[in-house]
């Protein structure tokens, strides 16, 4: 077995062992930061897009939930307070609805507005001024005929760069800019294909 060979160095000698030069450090350097700002662009765009996937079906969910309380409550529409039934402010308006029944919305969308979720403010607005007239002892008091459902990104360009509204058309409408769009939703207002 050979042990290793120590070399001591006498001062004038050259040692011919060579580290890393200045210039060399730098590159290496300035290659891991590249590396990493490429990364991070790529994890937010992720984020971004993540959460843009989720709004988006949150909307949708949100339309059908309509939809199906408005079959349910002669064709009148309803906050999204009144689509759940389990979380601290839900309560479906409708009287007499039976307990076994399911909720129309789950308690993670069926919250106050506005509200946060997923990097984008969500907001139920009213529209049609209260309660329609006519209502039978059987339909929700609060009910409604016409709706907006907003979401708009909670940090520009961070956590999202779009923002979608829907209504009682059932239609997804999508602002490129990140704008919250307007209710009710104008005519001629882009929508998802």
Not at 50 to 65: M, Y
Not at 127 to 146: N, R
Not at 147 to 176: E, K, M, N, W
Not at 178 to 183: D, K, M, R, S, T
């Amino acid at each position: 077995m050979m042990l290793p060979s120590i070399q001591l160095r006498v001062d004038g000698e050259r040692n011919d062992e060579r580290g890393f030069t200045l210039i060399e450090l730098l590159i290496v350097i300035a290659i891991i930061g590249i590396i990493a700002a490429m990364a991070v662009l790529n994890i937010l765009r992720a984020v971004v897009t993540a959460n843009e996937a989720q709004v988006i079906g949150d909307t949708r969910t949100v339309l059908s939930a309509e939809h199906a309380y408005a079959s349910a409550n002669g064709g009148f529409f309803a906050n999204v307070t009144n689509l759940c039934r389990g979380g601290a402010n839900c309560n479906i308006g409708i009287p007499n609805y039976p307990t076994t029944a399911p909720a129309f919305l789950g308690n993670d969308i069926g919250r106050v507005s506005p509200y946060t979720k997923g990097g984008y403010t969500r907001q139920w607005i009213g529209l049609g001024g209260g309660a329609p007239p006519g209502l039978s002892a059987s339909q929700d008091p609060d009910s409604v005929v016409d709706f907006c459902y907003q979401s708009y990104p909670a940090g520009l360009g961070l956590t999202g760069v779009r923002s979608f509204t829907g209504g009682p058309a059932g239609i997804v409408h999508v602002d490129s800019q990140g704008l919250p769009i307007a209710c009710p939703i104008p005519a001629g207002t882009a929508f998802l294909e």
